[in-house]
């Protein structure tokens, strides 16, 4: 059985920093492209950071680029997000998301595409990062 686990999430002040972990479980981790999603209140999800199954390849939203980044360790099946300078407008649950690699054409052009998706193998249940002004 597959297991998808977020955890870090956090009530923090504006500026301030937070790190984001997914864990998973059942699948065999660096055969899957890997993502963070966000939903605000109100909002669709939107993909905000993506990686390749190499690590390689890392996309980030432009609501979050030089602030935010995405990394993996395949020996410890963890996805990790780095959070910094923390705005209001990311308050949100964070989603993390686990996509196999076959219908990618490449790890290095993985992040985009998985970004861009709103289908994907496996979800994890999300964690809630509230920031507060």
């Known amino acids: 059985q597959v297991q998808v686990l977020e955890s870090g999430g956090d009530l923090v002040q504006a500026g301030e920093s937070l790190r984001l972990s997914c864990t998973t479980s059942g699948l065999r981790f660096d055969d899957y492209v890997m993502g963070w999603f966000r939903q605000a209140p109100g909002k669709e999800r939107e993909g905000v950071a993506c990686?390749?199954?190499?690590?390689?390849?890392?996309y980030y939203a432009d609501s979050v680029k030089g602030r935010f980044t995405i990394s993996r360790d395949n020996a410890k099946n963890t996805l990790y997000l780095e959070m910094n300078n923390l705005k209001s407008e990311d308050t949100g649950t964070y989603y993390c998301a686990a996509d196999a690699y076959f219908s990618y054409v490449s790890s290095h052009r993985a992040g985009p595409a998985l970004c861009g998706k709103t289908n994907v193998d496996y979800w994890g249940k999300g964690t809630l990062v509230t920031v507060s002004s």
């Open positions: 990686i390749g199954w190499t690590g390689g390849g890392a």
